[in-house]
């Protein structure tokens, strides 16, 4: 689960604590309306009571439609983030068959993807950071690239070209 | 992926807020509180609001928690029922077939018990006023013998005030003793399924973490 997916989570169990508390002090002012209502007949002063009452009652039924909201956000984001990252596996799967890369540089390549230097490369795969360059350099040969950022860059572009979904 | 169904697999905060109060003010007036006291009565009325509010997200809620997820449906009851015994799993998005039912006996049950509850306290004030009230309705002819008797038989222990209170007390009773047989069931059902499909669950409805 992403950080953020873990934010949204906790706000949402916030606001539905919130919400809860709200609907508690809401039963007890109604329940302390009728009692007075009862005692004394209706007045002004419980005419005031019985607005704040109602008042806290639609802030009852607003907060949990505002939970509903987080809830349906989130879900619609982590189905975002699903299709995204199938469909950017599947461009990488299919651009790096294209390029023709041996296994070897179709892994040091998806590193250098996912923002890697070389020096991390090398530690990653255990190897040398020679090895690393030379075959990150045959990546962007094949690739008709010059940089990591240009890496990055064919994929991000091809992505941001894509409809909304 | 993974998010998509690590979302699917908790219920959402509301359920479980609502639901683990609801277990606390049972369990606080079935052994805390003094039946009939003012805490009773204050315990009860929180009970109702927290089962107002998980009424109301079973309309506006997300789609799993909504009424329409777990329509009660003896038919498909029986169904889960022959798959359990062919030792078949079905992955159910809202409460099983079998805990539908239950969630709906569980909560008529409170509704009679919040009810006949409501019936007989009436509004505040409730520390000692409401006993007055309490006796006042006791007085009322016709049934103060068979109260009597009845209120005599069940609770020995106590002091037979719950007793005096007529019919109301009795379904409230009736209806109290009915509900933890209810929850006696619940839990073998959770026990149950936790064999059967696992940990999830427990998880789902676990209060905290992740």
Known sequence: ?165 | MTATTANRRRWDPIVRITHWSVAIAVLANAVITEEGSGPHIWVGYALAAILALRLLWGLVGPPEARFSAFWPSPRKALGHLREIRAGKRTAHASHNPLGALMVYAIWGTLLTIIATGIAMAGPPPWDGAERGEGRHVAVAPGHAGERGEDGGEREDGEEGEEGEEGPLGEIHETAANLLYLLILLHLAGVIFETRRNGRQVLVAMAPIGR
Request: aromatic letters at 4%.
């Open chain 1, 1 to 165: 689960m992403t950080d953020r997916a873990r934010t949204r989570e906790r706000k949402a169990a916030g606001i539905s604590i919130l919400v809860a508390l709200q609907a508690l002090a809401c039963a007890f002012f109604l329940a302390d309306l009728v009692g007075d209502v009862l005692v004394d007949g209706f007045g002004l002063h419980l005419a005031v009571e019985a607005m704040a009452a109602l008042a806290l009652l639609v802030a009852v039924v607003l907060g949990a439609l505002r939970v509903r909201g987080l809830i349906a956000d989130a879900r619609r984001d982590a189905a975002a983030v699903a299709v995204a990252q199938g469909a950017l596996a599947e461009l990488i799967r299919l651009r790096f068959a294209e390029w023709q890369l041996t296994a070897a540089e179709a892994d040091v390549a998806l590193f250098a993807l996912k923002g890697c230097d070389i020096a991390e490369i090398a530690r990653l795969r255990g190897s040398a950071a020679g090895t690393v360059r030379a075959q990150l350099a045959r990546v962007y040969a094949k690739a008709g690239i010059d940089s990591q950022s240009g890496l990055i860059a064919l994929f991000l572009e091809e992505l941001i070209g894509l409809p909304a979904a």
